[in-house]
């Protein structure tokens, strides 16, 4: 049974995670030693926490602990040369007196070496979420609806690869430094928007990947406070976060922006993000996060659909369209233009083959011409979308959506 | 570390292939003189193949030479040579290889090979 007090423990356990490996990584140099010797510490912080308390600097406290577990490892099993220095090492950091102040560097080494580009992209994924995050392989596993046999072997197989090919985890230099950074991003991003908008089956009992991509976006931006695409990205993640409530009825229907009760929508997520994306926009070096974060906080900042400020945000999908040149964006630039100039206009950019072809198999487009059809008074039409889009869709709350919008057309 | 790179492209292609005799191969063997001279006594070892026509494959079965005229499978990209560089990690040689002249017309394979010693 978990109590309070076991509950407060696992946060502080999981709040230190990210610096207890990336400086268990550093002492140790092996990504597998050193996310043993931190699950046994925090096992161990887990049990002795609940007699003794919470020590006043938890973080130094499991750190010296695993450090000591990975000590007494190393004696017991490795040989050679290898056994040698890495024990030297450590029991010279042992010996100094002072406790290790754990470095900024380590925790971003460890971001750059999860989400290194010859990874897969699921790999990366799952890297991040196990060593930055701390998540066991189980809980990884539900998250992306795979069986842990798969998610275990995705791991280890990462881990092999990054091993035998030496993929290095360190901080990369000059030029190389924001287009790596644009990996990580991107890697936080789908984590999150598998949590966000889970593509598959029930949600129930499902791991919640989008406030782990939270947490680790607020890990990095702690960590790289003057970079604007981080800390517009944790905005953008904040903004779709306050609307969780919303999206959804009471029934599990999903409810589109337009129509959603907007009281609900949780204030201080939003001040948080507009905080954050003022923060990114004032250090004056642009790009797509900020412009994605930008267009959220003009829906954020408008009391319902009709008077938001859909001017704006159809220019805001323009000049993100110039970075991201992707059929999604254009798609979601018409449907801002058929907010702003009316759904025929919309209709007419969705029938741009631009759009239509590369998107004929995105449930989206679909159900986006429905509505536009169906504000036209076009019924036909519209139910020819609507079915169309529940061929495609996966996701059970969304084929109730459709269902119940086809059902209003008849 | 040692890292193979495996040279891939098209070798039916005259802008990436192009006979000796024409003058786009001239700029390709410079590209390739002056990725000599920068990877230096990084290359530890390193050489082109003939193309896939001279290949012949060679397979033991129940004790019998089985020879097979052409390569060992039929892809759109073929081997068309290799080096082995000496790198500290897979991002120098990720680097190195993305400097062979190939890499911009075909595509390099980096296999890490592994140390017994």
């Known amino acids: 049974m978990t109590t309070p007090v076991d509950q407060t423990i696992a946060r502080v356990v999981r709040d230190e995670w990210p610096q207890l490996m990336a400086t268990l990584y550093r002492d140790l140099g092996d990504l597998d030693a050193a996310q043993d010797a931190a699950q046994e510490a925090a096992e161990i912080a887990l049990t002795r926490w609940l007699d003794d308390g919470i020590p006043d600097r938890p973080g130094a406290w499991i750190t010296t602990v695993a450090r000591r577990r990975a000590l007494d490892k190393i004696r017991r099993e490795r040989v050679g040369r290898q056994k040698s220095e890495l024990l030297a090492r450590l029991e010279r950091i042992e010996d100094e007196k002072q406790p290790r102040i754990p470095h900024v560097d380590d925790q971003l080494q460890l971001f750059f070496g999860c989400c290194h580009p010859a990874l897969s992209v699921e790999a990366q994924m799952a890297l991040t979420l196990r060593s930055v995050g701390g998540l066991t392989t189980t809980e990884i596993a539900r998250g992306f609806l795979v069986t842990e046999a798969t998610m275990a072997q995705r791991l280890v197989r990462a881990k092999r690869k990054i091993a035998n090919a030496t ?3 360190r901080i990369p230099d000059g030029g190389e430094l924001l287009d790596r950074l644009t990996v990580v991003h991107h890697v936080l991003y789908l984590v999150f928007n598998e949590g ?17 991509a939270i947490r680790l976006t607020r890990v990095l931006a702690s960590v790289m406070p003057d970079d604007p695409e981080t800390l517009a990205l944790l905005a953008l993640f904040l903004f779709i976060e306050s609307r969780r409530e919303a999206r959804v009825d009471d029934s599990g229907a999903v409810v589109l922006m337009a129509q959603q009760d907007r009281s609900q929508w949780r204030r201080p997520l ?5 905080e954050l994306i003022d923060r990114a926009v004032r250090l004056d070096r642009p790009g797509p996060y900020q412009i994605e974060a930008a267009i959220n906080s003009l829906h954020a900042e408008a009391p319902n659909a009709d008077a938001t400020d859909w001017a704006q945000i159809v220019l ?7 970075h991201r040149p992707t059929p999604v964006v254009a798609l979601n630039h018409a449907v801002a233009v058929a907010m702003h100039r009316g759904p025929r206009a919309g209709l007419d950019l969705m029938d741009n083959p631009s759009i239509a072809e590369p998107l004929d198999l995105y449930h989206y487009l679909h159900s986006a011409r429905g509505e536009l059809s169906r504000q036209l008074g076009d019924h036909r039409a519209a139910a020819e979308s609507y079915d169309r889009a529940l061929e495609l869709v996966n996701n059970d709350t969304e084929r109730r959506f459709l269902r119940e919008r086809l059902r209003q057309l008849v | 570390m040692k890292y193979a790179c495996l040279i891939y492209s098209n070798e039916k292609d005259p802008v990436s292939n192009p006979d000796p005799s024409t003058p786009e191969f001239g700029p390709i063997m410079e590209g390739y003189m002056r990725f000599g001279q920068e990877a230096g006594d990084k290359i530890l070892a390193g050489e082109p193949l003939q193309d896939t026509s001279t290949a012949t494959s060679v397979q033991v079965r129940d004790g019998e030479i089985i020879t097979t005229d052409g390569p060992f499978a039929e892809t759109k990209e073929q081997l068309g040579g290799f080096y082995i560089l000496e790198c500290d990690t897979l991002d120098d040689a990720i680097q190195l290889a993305a400097k062979i002249p190939h890499a911009s017309m075909g595509t390099v394979e980096v296999r890490p090979v592994p140390d017994f010693g």
């Open chain 1, 167 to 169: 993929i290095p985890f």
């Open chain 1, 196 to 212: 966000a908008y889970a593509s598959t089956g029930d949600d129930l009992l499902r791991l919640d990947l989008s406030a782990e």
């Open chain 1, 270 to 274: 939003i001040d948080e993000a507009t």
């Open chain 1, 316 to 322: 805001l999908y323009e000049s993100l369209a110039v």
